[in-house]
């Protein structure tokens, strides 16, 4: 599942598509067929309201909360914001011709293609389909947004995370769980959640209660470490995840634990599933 720094990368590359115009929106079957049978597959609007609203409009800006895009839209007459989740295996495709895209199992489900004003298609692709889209006037109106704490990057973020983790809400749950709640921090999935934990040296089991100011705010360093360290390697290609060019990420290959049969020192390691995903962990390295 991409994480903050595949979401990321993703919008920095959709750059090209600021300040076209989407001139027409087309839906696969399987988002036609999902609807009919109240599974809302995917686009979660009324289908003609969503082609209604999009079509026409113009991609004003881009940008991201936690693993959330969002694209603004407008016209002379208004704006909308379209918020867009990869889910498992979504993405995006800047293309001349449907044809361009590269993959078979990508080109097979396609899920919406905005044709844009200069005769490219925005093409959304999502195998699993746990992808999601949808319209709101404001992006207030969307709850999660509404609570989700301060992104790494704003100079809030430590003081907010540190509150968070002093909060009686948080103090009974494992640390894993915790950093993987957009409250707190937003954007940090299992992978990046493990990797920071190892680097930290902080069992993943832990609860928060008992761990210090001090190892937690190294905590926090170290998640803004490995997002930053992703960003730099194109990020981490599990199984899905693509750029919008097609291309795989490099940070899969800098892994200390994920995935890993031994840490980097050479001790086996415990996997326990934590939060409802496989959690890797060294007991000797961390405590
Ligand atoms: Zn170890």
Same mark, same amino acid.
Not at 67 to 85: A, P
Not at 190 to 203: C, K
Not at 219 to 228: A, G, K, N, W, Y
């Given at each position: 599942?991409?994480?903050?720094?595949?979401?990321?990368?993703?919008? #920095?590359?959709?750059? $090209?598509?600021?300040?076209?115009?989407?001139?027409?929106?087309?839906?696969?079957?399987?988002?036609?067929?999902?609807? @009919?049978?109240?599974?809302?597959? +995917?686009?979660?609007?009324?289908?003609?309201?969503?082609?209604?609203?999009?079509?026409?409009?113009?991609?004003?800006?881009?940008?991201? #909360?936690? @693993?959330?895009?969002?694209?603004?839209?407008?016209?002379?007459?208004?704006?909308?914001?379209?918020?867009?989740?990869?889910?498992?295996?979504?993405?995006?495709?800047?293309?001349?011709?449907?044809?361009?895209?590269?993959?078979?199992?990508? !080109?097979?489900?396609?899920?919406?293609?905005?044709?844009?004003?200069?005769?490219? @298609?925005?093409?959304?692709?999502?195998?699993?389909?746990?992808?999601?889209?949808?319209?709101?006037?404001?992006?207030?109106?969307? $709850?999660?947004?509404?609570?989700?704490?301060?992104?790494?990057?704003?100079?809030?973020?430590?003081?907010?995370?540190?509150?968070?983790?002093?909060?009686?809400?948080?103090?009974?749950? $494992?640390?894993?769980?915790?950093?993987?709640?957009?409250?707190?921090? $937003?954007?940090?999935?299992? +992978?990046?959640?493990?990797?920071?934990?190892?680097?930290?040296?902080?069992?993943?089991?832990? !609860?928060?209660?008992?761990?210090?100011? !001090?190892?937690?705010?190294?905590?926090?360093?170290?998640?803004?470490?490995?997002?930053?360290?992703?960003?730099?390697?194109?990020?981490?290609?599990?199984?899905?995840?693509?750029?919008?060019?097609?291309?795989?990420?490099?940070?899969?290959?800098?892994?200390?634990?994920?995935?890993?049969?031994?840490?980097?020192?050479?001790?086996?390691? !415990?996997?326990?599933?934590?939060?409802?995903?496989?959690?890797?962990?060294?007991?000797?390295?961390?405590?």
């Amino acid at each position: 599942m991409p994480e903050l720094p595949e979401v990321e990368l993703v919008k #920095r590359e959709l750059t $090209p598509v600021i300040n076209l115009k989407i001139t027409d929106v087309e839906l696969s079957q399987y988002i036609y067929n999902g609807h @009919k049978t109240n599974k809302r597959t +995917i686009v979660k609007d009324n289908l003609e309201a969503f082609k209604t609203l999009v079509a026409g409009k113009m991609i004003m800006h881009i940008g991201r #909360r936690g @693993k959330y895009l969002y694209f603004l839209l407008g016209d002379e007459y208004e704006t909308t914001h379209l918020v867009s989740h990869l889910g498992m295996s979504g993405a995006y495709f800047i293309v001349s011709d449907f044809e361009d895209i590269k993959e078979h199992n990508f !080109k097979k489900h396609w899920q919406v293609i905005f044709s844009l004003d200069n005769g490219q @298609k925005l093409i959304y692709s999502d195998i699993r389909r746990f992808g999601e889209m949808h319209t709101h006037e404001s992006l207030h109106d969307f $709850p999660p947004f509404a609570r989700m704490a301060p992104e790494y990057t704003d100079e809030l973020s430590l003081d907010h995370y540190m509150t968070m983790m002093r909060a009686k809400k948080y103090e009974n749950k $494992p640390v894993k769980a915790a950093i993987m709640d957009g409250e707190v921090i $937003p954007g940090v999935g299992n +992978i990046y959640a493990v990797e920071s934990l190892y680097l930290s040296h902080i069992l993943p089991t832990r !609860k928060v209660k008992n761990i210090s100011d !001090k190892r937690l705010h190294e905590l926090f360093d170290r998640i803004t470490e490995v997002f930053e360290l992703s960003l730099s390697r194109g990020g981490s290609t599990i199984s899905d995840y693509r750029s919008v060019t097609g291309g795989k990420g490099e940070m899969q290959n800098s892994f200390n634990v994920y995935q890993r049969k031994t840490c980097p020192l050479g001790h086996p390691l !415990k996997t326990k599933v934590i939060n409802t995903r496989n959690t890797f962990y060294c007991t000797t390295c961390q405590r």
